[in-house]
Each structure stands twice: as C-alpha cells, then as structure tokens.
C-alpha cells in the first residue's frame, strides 16, 4: 500500500467530490523534495520561488545555486556581497531575506535541525522570524521538505482554485473559507491540497456559464 492510501481512503469518505477528484488524479505521489543544502538550501530556493511563475523562478534559482557550486551554504551566502546575489535576478528584498536567514543560521537564531521534535505551528513560528518567509513559505517548507501530512495552506492560489474545480463553484473561496471548509479533511489536509493542485490542470471553466465543472 503506497504512503498517502490511508489519507486517501479518508478524504474520499469525507467528502463525495474529493472521493471524484481522487479517483480522476490516482494515488498521490507526494514525496520529499531533495535539495541540494538540505534544509538551507530549501529555503533559500522558497525565497527564490516567492511571487514568481514557475519557469522564471527555476532560472533565477539555477543562478543563484550556481554560485556555490549546486550547494548553497549558510557559511558561503553570508560571504557573498549583497551586489553579486543581485546578479542572478534575485530583487533586493529577496537578497535581503536569504542573507537574514544566513545570518539567523550562522548565530543559531534559527536551528536547521530538530524538525522532528516540533510541531506543525512551532516550524511555522521558527521560520517566520527570518525577514521575508511568511506563512506561505513556512507551510510549503512543511509539505514538500518534511512531509507533514496536515497542513492546509488557505492563502495558496492554487488550492483555492482547485478546491473551487473540484466542488464546481464558480469562484474560488476565500482564505478565510477556505479554512473552515477544510476542516472535514484533518488529519490529512496536505494530501487534500496536493489533490486541489492537481485540480488546477483540469480542463478550464465553461464558457458559457463561466462556471468550473464539477469533478
């Protein structure tokens, strides 16, 4: 039985339309994301990624790991004149953040380590004391670098859009709907987010009626 099959046996019978959207996308596939720098490196790529489209985000982020050989460092970021981080196309509030987070680490303000000791809310409040990582990229950092299995990132586009694809509503719901709505789905929102991104792929709102066709 694959990782995820539990998460999905119990969404499908919370909720009759992520049972359809379940069935249409197959078993989930999420799996730890592998970056080069552990978990320093994840972040720096997150900081990279913020705000961008997916293609720009990936060239900017190629650059800046280049600069240290694929293996960005905390020790080596701190090192690197803020005008040289620019180089790569990273703006000056990104350059900003991915040096506060270098020094954060060097002083030990900020543990890259323990994860597993801390909780989902307690990773979020470690993270978020570095200049630019929100919640956002907290979240994202516990979905794709540790896996945690319930986290329900309600100011993500994409699971707002999906949800709404899914259920077939004619817009997305709000952040703040959006995290009563998902409440059926603990202990295993991650997965139902997973399956709200894949959501997004499907085939675009009618056209006539301007409404997203109920999976």
């Given at each position: ?8 046996e ?18 989930c ?6 970056v ?43 090192a ?33 380590e ?19 990582i ?24 994409g ?14 719901p ?21 399956y ?5 792929d ?13 999976w």
């Open positions: 039985m694959d990782r995820w099959a539990e998460a999905c119990a969404l499908s019978a919370a909720d009759p339309a992520m049972a359809r959207a379940i069935a249409r996308v197959g078993p596939t999420l799996v730890r994301r592998r080069a720098g552990g978990s320093f490196g994840a972040l720096a790529r997150a900081v990279c990624y913020q705000q961008l489209a997916g293609a720009a985000a990936a060239a900017i982020h190629g650059r800046f790991a280049a600069l240290y050989g694929g293996r960005p460092t905390a020790e080596a970021v701190a690197t004149p803020p005008e040289v981080l620019r180089t790569v196309g990273l703006s000056a509030a990104k350059v900003a953040s991915i040096r506060d987070l270098a020094a954060r680490v060097q002083d030990n303000s900020v543990r890259l323990g994860w597993s000791r801390l909780s989902d809310d307690a990773v979020i409040e470690r993270l978020t004391t570095v200049r630019g929100g919640p956002w990229t907290a979240q994202m950092f516990l979905i794709f670098q540790l896996n945690r299995p319930d986290v329900w990132p309600t100011g993500d586009l699971v707002r859009a999906g949800y709404g694809r899914i259920h077939g509503l004619a817009k997305p709000t952040p703040k709907e959006l995290a009563e709505l998902g409440q059926p789905y603990r202990p295993f929102r991650t997965v139902a987010a997973w709200c991104w894949r959501a997004v499907a085939p675009p709102p009618d056209v006539a009626t301007g409404a997203a066709p109920a």
